[in-house]
């Protein structure tokens, strides 16, 4: 009886390891398909070339200012969401969690909001549900934007599209025709991902729900945007992290020739397409976000081989920022006392 219980525990614990394993595993494999398939013919050495010798590194540096101000700012939101529950993080420790959360994100996709909130946990005694429901707020305020920013794009560029087919002699069938089967594959797996973990999302809401103690919390949480002392500045602060997202983008059309060229149109088309791209639960968006933003670009007249070029080299280098960031942070930290030390 002893040894049956024993291994019943065992295939329990084994069943979850499996499952832990398969989700952390799904996002990496779905973007690195995405990128086998979009790079399989790609020449690397000519890349190589532009990447050494004909790139603007002054201004794919100075993009990466807005990298770092966009996490600044929104570890001081964060701050000012948190007031209201009385909680008062430091600002800095608030601003090393987003650091964090966000390399945290790039070896488990999503997992940036639970690590942040145990940043804030374990340094300033904040309450974790307190502190996620803050973040769930967040992330409701910046999906409201950038839906409200996408409905103005897509009205913005109905008579732009129009005019891009006219003078082109295309229209919407043709480029319908030359999306490949396997790009239309690539994007149904995307969209079944995305469906997925939303579902998935939910269902943990759910159990949530259940445990009446740390749904109040969360609530309150969520609901601390109306406590907030200066709205005004929250309007700010959200606007001051797009738009630091924004050019930490656009700058970097600057880096090369072919794009040097490329309208404010084409930057905030492709970068609303991008954002959204990203809800599929890949690293850092690495595969939806460069086959997104590509599209955007070909559509737009980019080459397709500039195109590649331009996503693969951008998404690469700004990347590479959040580990960088996320270690800095975790430095600076660990010359800290966590919390309970203190009061113990």
Same mark, same amino acid.
Request: net charge positive; aromatic share 14%; glycine share 8%.
């Given at each position: ?5 024993? &291994?019943? *525990? ?6 979850? /390891?499996?499952?832990? %394993? ?12 995405? *990128? ?11 890349? !190589? ?33 948190? !007031? ?5 993080? #430091? ?24 690590? #942040? ?18 973040? +769930?707020? !967040? ?10 920013? /996408?409905?103005?794009? @897509? ?25 490949? /089967? ?12 995305? *469906? ?7 269902? #943990? ?9 740390? +749904?109040?919390? *969360? ?13 005004? &500045?929250?309007?700010?602060? /959200?606007? %001051? ?31 609303? +397409?991008?954002? @959204? ?8 968006? %690495?595969?939806?976000? =460069? ?44 010359? #800290? ?6 009061? =113990?």
């Amino acid at each position: 009886m002893l040894c049956a219980a024993k &291994l019943q *525990l065992f295939l329990m614990n084994s069943n979850k /390891t499996l499952k832990k %394993a398969i989700n952390i595993a799904i996002p990496f494999v779905l973007g690195g398909g995405i *990128l086998w398939w979009m790079y399989r013919d790609t020449d690397f050495h000519a890349m !190589e070339e532009m990447l050494m010798h004909e790139m603007d590194w002054g201004w794919m540096l100075f993009s990466l200012v807005f990298g770092v101000t966009a996490q600044l700012f929104r570890g001081i939101r964060w701050k000012q969401t948190l !007031e209201p529950l009385d909680e008062h993080p #430091r600002i800095m420790d608030c601003i090393h969690a987003v650091f964090i959360s966000y390399a945290s994100s790039l070896i488990i996709p999503r997992s940036g909001e639970l690590s #942040r909130c145990g940043v804030l946990a374990r340094y300033d005694g904040t309450s974790f549900m307190k502190s996620l429901g803050t973040v +769930v707020t !967040e992330r409701v305020i910046d999906s409201l934007l950038i839906l409200f920013i /996408t409905l103005v794009v @897509i009205l913005s560029q109905v008579t732009i599209f129009s005019s891009f087919f006219d003078q082109t002699g295309t229209n919407l069938g043709d480029i319908l025709r030359g999306f490949t /089967t396997t790009g239309y594959i690539v994007t149904a797996i995307c969209l079944v991902i995305t *469906l997925g973990f939303l579902w998935i999302l939910m269902k #943990r809401f759910t159990f949530m729900e259940k445990l009446k103690d740390m +749904v109040n919390k *969360l609530k309150e949480g969520i609901l601390s945007l109306r406590g907030v002392q200066n709205k005004g &500045l929250f309007g700010f602060y /959200t606007l %001051a992290i797009w738009g630091s997202y924004f050019l930490h983008y656009w700058i970097t059309f600057q880096c090369f020739d072919f794009t040097a060229n490329l309208s404010f149109t084409v930057a905030i088309v492709s970068f609303i +397409v991008g954002s @959204i791209s990203v809800i599929v639960p890949t690293p850092n968006g %690495a595969g939806p976000w =460069h086959f997104a933003v590509k599209t955007i670009l070909v559509l737009y007249g980019l080459a397709d081989t500039d195109a590649v070029t331009f996503v693969l080299i951008v998404h690469t280098i700004q990347t590479a920022l959040v580990p960088l960031l996320g270690v800095f942070s975790l430095v600076a930290l660990s010359f #800290r006392t966590p919390y309970k030390n203190i009061n =113990h």
